[in-house]
């Protein structure tokens, strides 16, 4: 397997209010960066996405050091707690509810495909990479005309709150995605069905047959009719 060195961060100010992420990619010589953000979210969300944007932007299986300055993310990774909650159906100890269960959702799925090992960075002590990641993530919030993290807002918003102003939304699609050829609810975009890289791991209560994924924005969407239960055995 390739051995690659991933680098993220998440921002949002205020917290929740205008967020973005940065990823730094390293392969041998190589070197990827990427960014993005969204009008209302949270700094934990976007910690989240930007590990799920750089696993999502490998072509294949890999060996990846993923460093983050999240203790969010590489705790509940590191110790289990994401997988845990995933069991329980994403409920946490005392049935609370496990926040952001659509981006661990996703970053379990790139995880079993890839092998991961997070590592916890200090953040703002010089630090080459996990400085160029927070200024990418702060860059991408300051952007004019962010787009909707649509999950946070739906999940966040009091019931009789207005849409937030900004970009609309109601020509993007709000039905479940369930099907190949439907539209990126992010880009618009034929999502196309794919199938994990890698068989269930020993352990796992259930796992996704196939996913569906963005070509063109690669955002992946998980299909609840695609949920299988592991064989006990």
Known sequence: MKKVTIYT?????PNPGPGGYGVVLIYGTKRREL???????????????AAIEGLAALKEPCKVVLHSDSRYLVDAMNEGWARRWQKR???RKGREPALNADLWERLICLCDDNDVDFRWVKGHAGNPNNERCDELATRAAARGDL?????YEREARPAGEEEPRGRK????PTAKMTREGQPCRKCSAPVVKRSPRRKPKPGQTYYYEYYLYCPACKTMYMV?????????D
């Open 89 to 91: 159906n994403w409920r």
């Open 169 to 172: 939304t109601n020509s993007l």
């Open 35 to 49: 960014s993005g953000g969204f009008r209302r979210t949270t700094n934990n969300r976007m910690e989240l996405l």
């Open 9 to 13: 961060d998440g921002a949002a100010e």
């Open 147 to 151: 787009p909707p993290d649509e999950s």
């Open 224 to 232: 609840e009719s695609a949920k299988r239960p592991c064989d006990p």
